[in-house]
């Protein structure tokens, strides 16, 4: 009688990414793209329950701009950005915190709760987890171009600091907090933040083994016309010149910059994961071939070490 395949084998491999990340924290931060199909959301928050099974310990970071550009729409607000950041006027900001912190989160949260996570929501306004200060206006020079221009985002915050006091105090009775990228000023103001610079903040004021960006695409790629282009290890030095090439575009731009400040934080690596594709957060952890862009600071990983 010829010899079966192992069937428990998988089982097997992925124990040693169980054991090795068991209690570290991970935030996974969820794009919009991601958010906007309820499918894919869906598929998602399944993931994110395995990792909590398996005593990971996940903190999740929303972005919500395609819903946010459907209600400025709807509201007929004008839809302005630069360097792939949101322009956000008075009424633009009142927009945000009804997709935000209202449907978008909400929705959010009940998909993390069918998949078995006692999910808690949260914004950056939060007993002060985000402080930050209106963002000044910037010079701002658009891929392609040579001339840069003065860019005034509007009521955007600049993060000056994170408290993660709730945070902790959540994850100390086993919640798993979803925060909204909202902040707060000392003056009680409150800013649009990017999610980037949030998921980013968060991380490394957490100290987080890993932080995960789930994207559209498979990864970062070398042609940004070629899905099956992905690089599949980068460092810092590899981001910068991407970037000085002009191949980091839109809202790849601000990741870069939330990578760079995660990493030089303290962060453990930063993936970039397809959220399209299912099971590909789970691939990127429990596989050594991985399925996305891992980046690390300064130094690859070394031939036959764990990639999860």
Request: aromatic share 4%.
């Amino acid at each position: 009688m010829p010899l079966s395949p192992d069937p428990y084998a998988a089982l097997r491999n992925a124990a040693k990414y169980v054991k090795q990340f068991r209690s570290k924290t991970f935030v996974v931060k969820l794009g919009g793209a991601v958010l906007s199909d309820p499918r894919t959301r869906k598929t998602a928050c399944e993931q994110i329950a395995l990792l909590w099974a398996f005593s990971i310990r996940p903190v999740v970071v929303h972005g919500g701009g395609p819903e946010l550009d459907a209600l400025c729409d709807a509201l007929h607000l004008p839809i302005e950005k630069a360097a792939g950041r949101r322009i956000t006027s008075a009424p633009v900001l009142d927009a945000a915190k009804m997709v935000l912190a209202g449907k978008l989160h909400t929705d959010l949260l009940a998909d993390l709760q069918a998949a078995g996570v006692p999910a808690v929501g949260l914004s950056g306004v939060d007993a002060g987890l985000i402080k930050a200060r209106r963002r000044p206006p910037v010079m701002v020079t658009e891929p392609g171009e040579t001339q840069g221009r003065m860019v005034d985002y509007g009521l955007v915050g600049d993060i000056e600091s994170v408290d993660t006091r709730v945070v902790e105090h959540l994850r100390s009775a086993d919640y798993v907090p979803v925060i909204a990228p909202l902040s707060g000023g000392q003056d009680g103001a409150v800013y649009n933040t990017n999610a980037d610079t949030v998921a980013a903040a968060i991380a490394a004021a957490l100290h987080a083994e890993k932080l995960f960006f789930l994207v559209e695409v498979p990864g970062l790629l070398k042609d940004v016309s070629d899905p099956s282009s992905v690089i599949s290890l980068a460092t810092l030095s590899d981001l910068a010149s991407l970037e000085a090439e002009g191949r980091l575009t839109g809202g790849m731009r601000p990741k870069a910059h939330a990578m760079r400040h995660a990493l030089v934080g303290g962060v453990g690596s930063v993936h970039l994961v397809s959220g399209k594709q299912s099971d590909a957060l789970l691939e990127e952890v429990f596989t050594n071939e991985g399925s996305g862009t891992m980046v690390v600071r300064e130094h690859p990983v070394k031939h036959g070490e764990a990639r999860g």
